[in-house]
């Protein structure tokens, strides 16, 4: 599909004007910019937004328990915009059982394309200039990719099933027939009823308290694109902690929670003073149970996340961080499509680690480069012995290919240390500025890599050849690989780590060494340094000494296993089932399983478990682990 929407740089300064008296230093000269096109092209989508766009969408749903299906009605604002004959929608594994436009049967030809195995089908429904409106009743199927239902026994509480949705990248069509490209944004209301007794909430307006009829409303009235739609139903309760935040969880995970993320008011609070406004009203979060295939997942308004950040110690919420910086760097300013996922990955990131800096200081936030560091290095040491260094430049081609495989660490830690090296080479204080200004300028809008690399030459590098020289942009976002001149941070928190380590690797005991006070990066790297090769004993030692195989810290338990499955340390295999069975993130489950093939026990013992653990992970997890493993159901 092809769409070009006119920015105008020009319009942008006059924006920006008017939005704050801060940002004067940079404000653009109309007449020497050149007016720039953003292409809206998605090769994951049917739609055709140049001919005809759902502007609103008004979803009347059922949920479904009994048969784990969702029972809707969508009706779509549509704009003809180009004396259009129809309007395509993005469909995958829905029933269609009518359609209406202007509130009548549509009788014209509607057609269902052949569907596609990672794009579904496309929905061509016949409009002309006098439709305003069109209605779909429709069913989602059972085993809908974006749908996970839950029986009673996956949930903390034990005692009501619960429901969640994941639509990014392309799964809202699973879920709601729509044009599902990221560069289409429309507003929503919705009435969605489901079981007496549970809780309903959207990446919307959302209640606190549950109805006494089931029944919920909702109303989005800012654009978002179709990603971002969201639902989740369960036994819920709300729990404020600010004027703009609060916390979504099962009763028996609520206290937990609020304790956990006790900092939230204060990072919305830092990264509104970082890159202004924070434009969404509310700043929610919800826990979801242990089956959420993602750390988190940022709908508007409500920040979906996994269980496995409540360590009790508030050490994981960089996570939150993350999420919350998505309210500017995706969900404000949009990519165009998967390929330029780094404009939304890897700007949050940059963002998530600013804000850890504000809060936690500088030493924490360094470490925590360090570790993305080491991912990346993992990441393009892995992408290129397996025949994909394509995928390690910042903008991919995943024309024909499912979107998921572009979400590697590359465009998160790659497009960081980027933004990170624009940084140094400006200086924070320009850098910030021209931050705060693309955010403002782009809100509500798509950005493509051309666009912003041309943007950010003309706004900020071109004011200096020496910075464009240091940077070399064009390497950093088309070439594969890492450029060497990223640049990675030193900590001495890491140093002291580093240092007891060279102590164990000369003997010293496990318990003979210090580590009072460290941190779970800390500890972290410590774990990730130990050699590819331990002994039994040394492993059992490090265990007695530090517990890693029962650590409550979900992080520092899977990078232990990942150390000592390997190694056939026979002690961790209870915890490590258990961990795999009760855990559906994807980001924890592809390192161990990978631990457990590298064992001597290896496939046959990964797929015993496996077999066991199938029923409770999402399609997002199984769609990825079924490759791994072999699995042919
Ligand atoms: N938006 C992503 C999750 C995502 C990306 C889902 C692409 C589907 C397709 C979310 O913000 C994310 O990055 N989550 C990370 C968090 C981490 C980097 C702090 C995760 O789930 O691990
Ligand atoms: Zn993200």
Request: proline share 5%; with cysteine; net charge negative.
């Amino acid at each position: 599909m092809k769409f070009y929407r006119t920015l105008s740089l020009a319009s942008i300064a006059l924006l920006f004007a008017c939005s704050s008296n801060e940002q004067k230093e940079t404000s653009i000269n109309k007449e020497e910019k050149e007016e720039m096109k953003i292409e809206l092209q998605d090769p994951h989508s049917y739609s055709k937004p140049n001919d005809a766009a759902v502007t609103h969408l008004s979803w009347d749903a059922e949920v479904d328990f009994e048969n784990k299906i969702i029972k809707a009605t969508a009706t779509y604002t549509v704009e003809n915009k180009n004396n259009a004959k129809e309007i395509i929608l993005d469909t995958k594994n829905l029933n269609i059982l009518a359609i209406m436009t202007n509130e009548s049967e549509a009788e014209e030809k509607i057609s269902l394309d052949k569907a596609d195995p990672i794009l579904g089908s496309a929905l061509h429904i016949p409009i002309n200039e006098n439709t305003k409106t069109v209605s779909i009743k429709y069913e989602t199927s059972e085993g809908a990719a974006a749908l996970q239902f839950l029986d009673p026994a996956q949930t903390a509480g034990k005692k009501h099933p619960f429901l969640f949705t994941q639509s990014q990248a392309i799964l809202a069509r699973t879920w709601i027939p729509i044009q599902d490209s990221p560069g289409i944004r429309f507003t929503y209301d919705a009435t969605v009823k489901v079981p007496k007794g549970m809780l309903a909430l959207m990446s919307a307006e959302n209640p606190t308290e549950m109805s006494e009829d089931g029944v919920y409303t909702f109303k989005m009235d800012q654009a978002v694109p179709s990603y971002l739609m969201a639902l989740s139903v369960g036994n819920i309760e709300y729990r404020s902690l600010g004027p703009e935040t609060g916390v979504y969880a099962e009763p028996e995970l609520i206290e937990a929670a609020a304790y956990e993320f006790a900092d939230m008011q204060n990072m919305v609070d830092t990264a509104e003073a970082l890159y202004g406004p924070y434009r969404w009203g509310i700043y929610d979060v919800i826990v979801l149970p242990p089956s959420f295939p993602f750390g988190g997942m940022e709908n508007p308004r409500l920040t979906f996340a996994t269980p496995t950040i409540i360590a009790g110690d508030r050490s994981l919420t960089a996570l939150i961080a993350h999420e919350l910086a998505h309210s500017w760097s995706g969900n404000l300013v949009t990519n165009v499509n998967w390929e330029d996922i780094w404009l939304n990955e890897g700007f949050t990131v940059y963002f998530e680690n600013r804000i850890m800096e504000e809060i936690f200081g500088a030493d924490f936030a360094n470490m925590l480069a360090i570790l993305s560091y080491q991912d990346l290095q993992d990441e393009v040491k892995d992408l290129t012995e397996n025949g994909r260094a394509a995928d390690t430049r910042l903008k991919v081609d995943l024309e024909g290919r499912d979107p998921d495989e572009g979400l590697t660490a590359v465009p998160y830690d790659k497009g960081f240390y980027l933004l990170k090296l624009i940084e140094q080479t400006v200086g924070r204080e320009s850098w910030d500025a021209f931050l705060k200004n693309y955010f403002n300028t782009y809100a509500f809008q798509v950005m493509n890599t051309d666009y912003f690399v041309n943007y950010l030459n003309t706004e900020l590098l071109d004011q200096n050849p020496e910075w464009k020289a240091a940077i070399r942009l064009e390497e950093w976002v088309h070439q594969e690989g890492i450029p060497d001149n990223i640049p990675v941070p030193t900590s001495t928190k890491f140093e002291e780590v580093d240092t007891q380590l060279g102590n164990w690797k000369e003997g010293t005991a496990s318990s003979e060494l210090n580590t009072e006070g460290w941190s779970t990066p800390q500890w972290l790297y410590f774990i990730r340094s130990f050699p590819d090769e331990l002994s039994q004993e040394q492993m059992s030692s490090l265990d007695e000494t530090f517990g890693f195989t029962t650590s409550g810290n979900r992080e520092i338990q899977s990078a232990w296993f990942e150390k000592v499955l390997p190694n056939n340390y026979a002690k961790a295999d209870a915890q490590a089932e258990t961990f795999l069975t009760v855990v559906g993130r994807r980001k924890f489950l592809v390192p161990i399983y990978k631990a457990i093939l590298a064992s001597d026990a290896g496939k046959e013992r990964a797929m015993e478990i496996y077999k066991k653990a199938r029923p409770n992970y999402h399609s997002v997890s199984t769609g990825t682990l079924d490759n791994l493993l072999g699995y042919e159901g």
